[in-house]
């Protein structure tokens, strides 16, 4: 059967350009005006391979431009007449319906009465009070960024030592001692990923009692460590000594080892303000970090003689 016995009213044409889109059909039945359910006529698409990314993106284009797409095979053929069966058909319907979203489709009156235009944005000021900020001001600057490598700011802090954990991989750790200009004496941990630059920093006020509390906190870490507290394998957190810097009364702050569930000990530095505030930053003990962090009793020692 051919296909102008099965549509005698329409014309059909071998190799003919589809209108409104770069594709030609190899065989193009039009109709003169559209006929449902196949639109404005029938593409006919010859089928050599079976490569179903191609057939696909033919027959969408073809469908968007309102006509059937048919795919014929080898076996529809007998000579020159082709069996025409309707369940290979791809009609454009209800392709043919053009795919909206939200409010498309609707008035531009309608879609404005819809979806207003957003209001211009109102900006407000809200200041930190100055309590606020004399407080928590090093937690956000650090008092001698920029200046690490000279060692004194021009507001007269001073970095007095620094000491480095041990580092694995990419990420490094370490701690620097520094004076404010107040004789002040803080502790600055820090930790960075020196492959992604991300980096976290706690300061700590510390008493000139640090370094005799220091001589405890080691003997109490070894006999943890010698009583295979370390090596637990818990669902729980296994706790460690801990020592306090003896900063100030307006903030505690503390070092600390403790074994995490079936993870590794770490080194947790703690604080935590009168209004219970609390801060923590902490890194994988490795061996030898315990001898590290002694070391940072002389620095100490040393300043507290300085400013006695």
């Not at 979203?101 to 235009?117: F, H, M, N």
């Not at 962090?293 to 002389?298: G, K, N, P, S, Y």
């Amino acid at each position: 059967m051919k296909l102008r016995e099965i549509f005698p009213s329409a014309s059909v044409a071998h190799e003919e350009p589809i209108p409104k889109i770069e594709h030609t059909a190899d065989v193009l039945v039009t109709f003169e005006r559209p006929v449902f359910p196949y639109g404005n006529g029938i593409a006919v698409e010859f089928r050599p391979t079976n490569d179903d990314k191609q057939v696909d993106a033919i027959s969408s284009e073809v469908l968007r431009a309102g006509y059937t797409v048919y795919w014929a095979y080898q076996e529809d053929f007998d000579g020159h007449d082709m069996s025409f069966r309707e369940d290979q058909l791809r009609t454009p319907w209800p392709h043919a319906i053009p795919i909206t979203e939200d409010i498309d489709g609707y008035s531009e009156v309608v879609q404005q009465l819809l979806k207003p235009d957003s209001p211009d944005a109102v900006e407000i000021s809200v200041p930190f009070p100055d309590e606020y900020l004399r407080a928590h001001a090093l937690e956000v600057v650090p008092p001698l960024r920029g200046y690490y490598d000279s060692g004194t700011s021009p507001d007269g802090w001073q970095k007095i030592s620094s000491i480095s954990l041990h580092g694995k991989g990419t990420e490094r750790a370490w701690v620097n001692v520094i004076q404010a200009p107040s004789d002040h004496v803080f502790l600055e941990f820090w930790k960075k990923d020196m492959d992604k630059r991300n980096s976290s920093y706690l300061i700590c006020h510390i008493g000139e009692e640090l370094p005799d509390l220091f001589e405890q906190f080691m003997d109490s870490a070894q006999t943890w460590f010698k009583r295979g507290y370390s090596n637990e394998n818990s669902d729980l957190w296994v706790s460690g000594p801990s020592i306090s810097f003896c900063g100030t009364s307006l903030c505690e702050s503390w070092l600390s080892l403790a074994k995490t569930p079936r993870g590794p000990v770490r080194i947790i530095i703690g604080r935590k303000d009168l209004k219970g505030n609390t801060r923590t930053w902490s890194v994988p003990y490795r061996k030898g970090d315990l001898s590290r962090l002694a070391a940072l009793r002389h620095p100490v020692k040393q300043v507290f003689s300085e400013t006695g």
